[in-house]
């Protein structure tokens, strides 16, 4: 398959979604097409090669898609981060700014142990909040946050200087 591969070309722009003036980067297009998401996949894993890593922390809900096929492809344990309500056992939560109101995120309280090292992954990172409140979450259950990746990276919205204190990976910037 090769490096080759120009991933943006399997990912469709939808014009004024959700709103006017959005672009809005929709990966069904790659994940329908098998050599694309397995190269979408390979450049995630390239990404983060030779870190210690123990587990692939993951945010609902399309992080999910990326955060499961690396898991499976290094061999770690794969954790999911959840909006409020839909999970069914003992958690912790965060919340988090958005552009108008607040969100939170919840993760199983045993879902990370002390001092394990965890990926996070999203499809995208835009503005940086929801990957913060993950890496929080990760960090009150004592686990250590070794890096962040992410298939889709706007740099326009500032995001990575949220992160600014953990390393942080993209595939594709816009």
């Known amino acids: 398959m090769g490096s080759k591969m120009d991933l943006k070309q399997h ?18 297009t790659l994940l329908a097409n098998p050599a694309a998401f397995q190269h979408a996949v390979e450049q995630l894993k390239s990404k983060v ?35 409020p309500g839909k999970l069914p056992y003992k958690k912790v939560s965060e919340e988090y700014n958005l552009e108008y109101g607040k969100d939170r995120l919840e993760i199983h309280e045993d879902a990370i142990g002390r001092g394990q090292k965890v990926l996070i992954i999203d499809d995208v990172l835009a503005t940086g909040g929801t990957a913060l409140a993950a890496a929080k979450l990760v960090e009150k259950l004592g686990g250590v946050v070794e890096a962040f990746a992410f298939l889709i990276e706007l740099d326009k919205l500032g995001g990575r200087d949220k992160l600014n204190k953990y390393e942080v990976h993209s595939v594709l910037n816009y």
């Open 11 to 28: 990912i469709r722009t939808v014009p004024d979604f959700p709103k006017q003036g959005i672009n809005f980067y929709d990966i069904t």
């Open 49 to 83: 090669a030779g870190k210690q890593i123990d587990a692939i922390v993951a945010i609902e809900s399309r992080g999910f898609i990326f955060g499961a096929a690396l898991a499976h492809a290094l061999g770690k344990s794969f954790v999911i981060v959840r909006k």
